[in-house]
């Protein structure tokens, strides 16, 4: 090729990519002819490598084009790929079809999601599969089982150090039960998401078993340093993600009498992407995942992929062309999977990772947070704030909206956003670290502190959406009003992330209003991490509780059937409103500081939402009403009652209303 500036041009590469084709395709080729498919997908699936590959070619080579052994490791990325496809069971491929032009099946008003545990919801694969039938009463057509492969023993990080990709933790199941599920979820029109956990593997993954024996290939799997010049070199740009677990981000191991790179606890391993085998490798495993049947795969870490020394080693733009390479096989090989991406970061990082050549969906963790700060001040303006430029992502993408999960609540709002309406960040987070620990007058909440950094006075929060939102105080005082806020404040939160735009996600167990569970201290390998406090059993006593009549009052089991009642209904209503469906929202000003209002409308209607997040009544004008949804009387869908303009219509303590005009 010609290469001026050691830069070669697009034409260049397009050529590049176009000769290693036509070497590769040959061998590549007798591996998916020899897998049984149809010849007709088999067409689309040639057809789909050779538009493909210049872009696939493009990405690898800008991560690892300097490499002596790039081809080597560019024919590895096609045999990978081809022997994926080839290995792809027939009825995944019906999927693919259907999926490849038609993004609709997440964007949809029907997608619900749902997590958890499998240990601590059903104890294993096999009874989890006999409650499909709570998914579909719940409503929920997305499902996201926590890690569930093989992990090390002892402190495991809740299932994130994993041992092998392609094993089920022997307590939860086989692999034989994972894709019997997955079959029985598709049937019931429940989707599969699974995690890839791809920024580290546990200490005793074969790969760092190898490299502890001192085999060199895998030593450069990892990032390993004889002295610490180098890790002190890093550690001036890096944070600390756990640094009451371990401090800093280097580990030493007495066996290999190496510094290891420990982003998270000191028994996971940072991959060392740098390396384009390691690339290879976790491609496989990614795609072993792909043909159990995953729809839906979590992108876990993923700010912290690729380092780069003077820098934070996080978001960097290494880790977005690392993310759209593998985007872009994914698509070649299984397009009926998307990504989601966890990036649990700054919101204009966040922004960075979400499109349909990246990750088609991304939590949404500026929202969470917002929502939050909003109960504690009881406004709305830091929210409208951040709704107002941050909402909108490309189409093709969605938010996935959560209130609670596995993972502890930081303040990731933006200071820039904080500052335009009159608010100072750094003093804004201490106030809501002391209100949602309970040590504000007043305070509703009750949880507890997780990763206090006593360097930088920094702590994220841990505690159940219940203990949080006041039903844990409510319970103690036995105050009947507490509670009814409580459950209100829990409405409220479940109104907005239900309407506003994007996939509602549903930490199961939470319809419940599940306390926090101090249990956890009493195991040495959860004790020091108290995000255990928020990943409590299921309590399936609470299902009985729905068959009693409404007037007996058990152990406040009232409350918790009330609540899953009215969570339920609230999903379901969801489902009745196409307005719903989509990420297209408009907010309204709605004049009252206390109350957030916002359009959503799509071809079949139109929906006006407001949200009060006060425990007093607040009025909205009549006038804002009217001309916020294009008509005089509407009906509340939530309270089915009709609600008119001529006056100030009135929202209840964290009254929620979805109002469609009549
Ligand atoms: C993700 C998980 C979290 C875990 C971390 C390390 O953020 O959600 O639970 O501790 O990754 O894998
Ligand atoms: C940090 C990371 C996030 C992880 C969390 C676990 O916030 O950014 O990825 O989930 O820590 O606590």
């Known amino acids: 090729m010609t290469i001026s500036n050691n830069v070669p041009g697009i034409e260049d590469l397009k050529l590049e990519a176009e000769l290693s084709l036509q070497r590769i395709w040959p061998r590549v080729c007798s591996i998916w002819e020899q897998a049984g498919h149809e010849p007709a997908d088999r067409h689309a699936f040639e057809e789909r490598f050779s538009n493909s590959w210049p872009r696939i070619f493009g990405l690898a080579y800008r991560l690892y084009g300097t490499r002596y052994d790039f081809f080597y490791h560019l024919e590895e990325v096609a045999r990978v790929a081809a022997q994926a496809w080839a290995d792809r069971p027939a009825h995944l491929l019906k999927t693919d079809q259907s999926r490849i032009y038609d993004d609709s099946w997440f964007q949809s008003e029907q997608m619900i999601g749902g997590a958890l545990y499998v240990d601590l919801f059903s104890e294993n694969l096999g009874k989890l599969r006999q409650s499909i039938d709570y998914f579909k009463k719940l409503g929920v057509t997305y499902l996201h089982l926590m890690p569930l492969f093989a992990v090390r023993p002892g402190n495991n990080d809740g299932g994130y150090a994993i041992s092998n990709y392609r094993s089920v933790d022997p ?60 890790p002190d070199q890093y550690e001036q740009t890096l944070r600390e993600i756990f640094p009451t677990e371990s401090r800093g981000n280097f580990t030493w191991h007495d066996g290999m009498q190496r510094w290891v790179w420990t982003t998270f606890n000191s028994f996971q391993w940072d991959l060392n992407y740098h390396n384009p085998a390691v ?4 491609l496989e495993e990614m795609l072993f995942l792909a043909n159990m049947g995953v729809d839906i795969l979590r992108l876990d870490a993923v700010a912290f992929i690729w380092k780069q020394m003077g820098t934070n080693c996080e978001n960097r733009p290494e880790a977005h062309i690392l993310i759209q390479a593998y985007n872009a096989i994914v698509h070649l090989v299984c397009p009926g999977m998307v990504f989601k991406s966890e990036a649990i970061v700054a919101p204009d990082d966040v922004l960075t990772y979400v499109s349909p050549q990246e990750c088609q969906l991304s939590y949404n963790p500026t929202l969470m947070a917002l929502l939050w700060e909003s109960l504690a001040t009881r406004e709305v303006k830091l929210l409208n704030r951040s709704l107002s430029h941050r909402h909108k992502i490309p189409s093709g993408t969605a938010w996935v909206n959560y209130l609670r999960c596995h993972d502890d609540i930081g303040w990731t709002f933006d200071d820039g956003d904080a500052a335009a309406v009159g608010i100072n960040g750094y003093d804004h987070r201490q106030f809501l670290n002391k209100f949602y620990t309970g040590q504000y007058p007043d305070s509703f909440a009750r949880g507890v502190p997780f990763q206090y950094n006593a360097d930088t006075g920094d702590m994220r929060i841990s505690g159940t959406m219940a203990s949080l939102a006041g039903l844990e105080q409510a319970f103690s005082r036995n105050d009947d009003t507490l509670k009814e806020l409580a459950v209100n404040r829990i409405l409220l939160l479940h109104g907005i992330t239900l309407s506003i735009g994007g996939i509602p996600l549903l930490y199961i167990g939470e319809e419940w209003g599940l306390l926090n569970d101090y249990d956890f201290v009493q195991d040495p390998a959860k004790s020091s991490d108290s995000r255990w406090i928020h990943r409590p059993k299921m309590k399936w006593d609470y299902l009985q509780d729905l068959q009693l009549p409404e007037n007996s009052n058990g152990q406040g089991g009232m409350v918790h059937t009330n609540l899953y009642n009215s969570i339920r209904r609230l999903i379901h209503l969801r489902k009745e409103a196409p307005a719903f469906a989509g990420q297209q929202m408009e907010l309204i000003s709605s004049g009252n500081p206390h109350v957030l209002g916002f359009v959503r409308h799509s071809a079949e209607g139109r929906v006006i939402v407001f949200g009060n997040f006060s425990e007093q009544e607040q009025p909205v004008s009549g006038n804002v009403v009217r001309t916020a949804g294009l008509g005089r009387f509407f009906e509340e869908l939530i309270s089915e009652t009709t609600v008119g303009t001529s006056e100030e219509v009135i929202l209840g303590p964290y009254q929620v209303m979805w109002l469609r005009r009549v």
Do not use: P
């Not at 029985?184 to 998401?193: D, M, N, Q, T, V």
């Open 171 to 230: 307590r939860l199941g086989t692999i034989e039960d994972l894709q019997l599920l997955a079959s029985e979820l598709h049937e019931s029109g429940i989707a599969l998401a699974l995690d890839f956990v791809f920024n580290h593997t546990a200490d005793d993954h074969e790969w760092a078993k190898q490299a502890q024996a001192g085999v060199r290939e895998f030593q450069q799997y990892y990032y390993l340093f004889e002295d610490r010049t180098l």
């Open 279 to 282: 690339f290879c490798s976790m």
